[in-house]
């Protein structure tokens, strides 16, 4: 396998979007927020005050994705993905995130990331498994750029 690309272009991106109110800073799991995000650096550490605090801000119920909607939200990525003609080459979509790994040719990733939402949400509404008007996603998302065959391969296990 390829240690590095030598062209300034990803081979594919690591998408992972949470569902809202399941992983709020202050978690015992760490999290990243706007200051603290760079690559390599620590992760906001358990702060029981600060969870509660986000807790107690929070606009609705945390939300959660049953059977039903994992599986709406697997079809509606497939779907942007065969429309978009996007490679995608690994899905895993649990209670709480989905994860993708994905190639979208001359695209960054925050594209790619915006539509797998708007579409998941689309098709979660359409085949009446989700009624809230607001969307079941958090604000952002996590796009991680996979420079080199290595990283794919790891990022799709």
């Known amino acids: 396998m390829t240690q590095w690309n030598d062209t300034d272009t990803p081979l594919a991106y690591l998408i992972t979007v949470r569902t809202y109110g399941t992983w709020l800073h202050g978690d015992e799991r760490g999290s990243v927020d706007r200051f603290m995000n760079e690559y390599g650096t620590k992760r906001i550490p358990q702060r029981d005050h600060r969870r509660e605090y986000n807790r107690s801000i929070m606009s609705r119920e945390q ?4 059977g039903a909607r994992r599986k709406s939200v697997e079809n509606a990525i497939r779907e942007v993905c065969q429309h978009r003609n996007w490679r995608l080459l690994a899905i ?3 209670t709480n995130h989905f994860h993708t790994v994905v190639v979208t040719p001359g695209l960054k990733p925050d594209r790619a990331l915006n539509a797998f939402k ?6 979660m509404r359409k085949s009446g498994c989700y009624s809230d008007t607001k969307t079941p996603w958090v604000d952002k998302g996590s796009e991680r750029w996979l420079w080199n065959e290595i990283s794919v391969a790891n990022a799709c296990d």
């Not at 939300?63 to 049953?66: G, P, T, W």
């Not at 708007?118 to 098709?123: G, H, I, K, L, V």
Request: proline share 0%; net charge positive.
């Open 63 to 66: 939300v959660y994705l049953d």
């Open 118 to 123: 708007s579409y998941a949400t689309r098709n």
């Open 92 to 94: 895993n979509v649990r």
